[in-house]
């Protein structure tokens, strides 16, 4: 586990295709930022307790979106913990498995139908707060949340307006996941519901004061986020 930022973490060791993974320490408690792939749970919990936590710390996993690379192991660590899972409402029926994510043409349904049942895989979790845009988690002294639709209906984004730390999700890549290639970019089309609704949402939180952009994939930002971002838009 590394530190990005005072009380931010970065859990490492995890498969190059899943998604980051990220401990919020605060006096609320810890919170996990999404959950990596289905079998994750074990390195998750081994790290928090190679950090001095006991995994009955942690209080809640918030998932940005239901792909499965972000809520493969949130069910076990649920499980294991206790902790209330998060999401926005638009999200709910995927992550508990009520529907299949929809996709932008036949071939994108497809794909998202073949990806549930292999590599993405994983086990439905129930929802226990629904979330929406304006919402604030009890979260480094007050996370504010961002409906932030396109990759997926619900995806979102978590905002700290005193410290200006973005977690993004999946609007915004810092490296292809099937590529290995790094590089900041939009969400990956291929996965992406709606890609008019990215760019809207992109440009949302590219008008946010930012120091700091943690991804879902890639490297977070540490310097000059806002003009990075901008510049990419």
């Known amino acids: 586990m590394r530190q990005i930022v005072p009380d931010v973490y970065l859990i490492e060791g995890l498969r190059s295709d899943s998604g980051n993974v990220y401990l919020l320490v605060s006096e609320e408690g810890l919170t996990l930022v999404d959950s990596g792939l289905a079998g994750a749970a074990d390195q998750i919990e081994a790290q928090l307790q190679e950090a001095g936590y006991a995994t009955s710390e942690l209080r809640a996993i918030v998932l940005t979106h239901a792909h499965g690379d972000h809520m493969g192991s949130v069910a076990e660590l649920a499980r294991r913990s206790g902790a209330q899972v998060l999401a926005h409402q638009d999200e709910i029926p995927y992550i508990e498995q009520a529907k299949t994510m929809p996709g932008a043409s036949p071939f994108q349904g497809l794909m ?28 480094l002294g007050g996370m504010q949340v961002l409906h932030t639709p396109g990759h997926t209906p619900g995806s979102i984004a978590l905002y700290q307006p005193e410290r200006r730390i ?38 949302r939180l590219a008008a946010l004061p930012l120091e700091v952009v943690c991804f879902g994939h890639g490297e977070p930002i540490l310097e000059e986020a806002e003009e990075r971002l901008e510049a990419l838009l």
Do not use: Y
């Open 112 to 139: 998202n139908w073949l990806g549930d049942r292999t590599i993405l895989k994983r086990s439905p979790c129930k929802v226990d707060r629904s979330l929406q845009d304006g919402d604030v988690i009890e979260a």
């Open 166 to 203: 973005l977690f993004c999700g999946d609007i915004f890549f810092n490296k292809n996941p099937m590529t290995g290639k790094e590089g900041l970019q939009l969400s990956l089309p291929l996965f992406t519901l709606n890609m008019a609704q990215v760019r809207e949402s992109a440009r």
